[in-house]
């Protein structure tokens, strides 16, 4: 939390995996209060996690969760698949959400995927952008 004091210009904390500690919910209250005092999103990595979600909710923090890891396998082929799970959340859903790892296979396979992405009227945004409208809708 003392790093959080420090650094400036960011919107949020990601969470990448569900809390180890999610026993300790005393510890836990006092991380995502600060956080949520601080004003700041909380993005949850892992999609299964329900910890994470329901402290943000309580502390009225806006929280996006992850929908898929798009590089569980790096093969160019279960890129694809997961791309394509991403884009039919988007199209079933209006926000989707997708973690990467920054490996340069990775990154120029969804660089080529995003092209396309026009066609099927889906548009990518930042983490952010997709928290904002996620807290604003109704």
Sequence with gaps: LTS????TGYAGVIDLDTPAFS?????LENIYSAIAERGLALAQGN??????????ASHKAPFIQNDVWIDKSVSP???????EKLKQLALNGNIAV??????P???AAIKD?????????IQLAPLSAAINQKTAAP
Excluded at 113 to 121: A, I, M, R, Y
């Design 77 to 83: 082929q279960a890129v694809a698949e997961e791309l």
């Design 105 to 107: 296979a990775v990154i």
């Design 47 to 56: 999609p299964k996690d329900t910890v994470t979600g329901a402290f943000a």
């Design 23 to 27: 026993d300790a919910a005393a510890d």
């Design 4 to 7: 959080l004091g420090k650094a």
């Design 113 to 121: 995927w995003s092209l396309q992405l026009g066609k099927d009227k």
């Design 98 to 103: 997708g973690f990467f790892h920054p490996y």
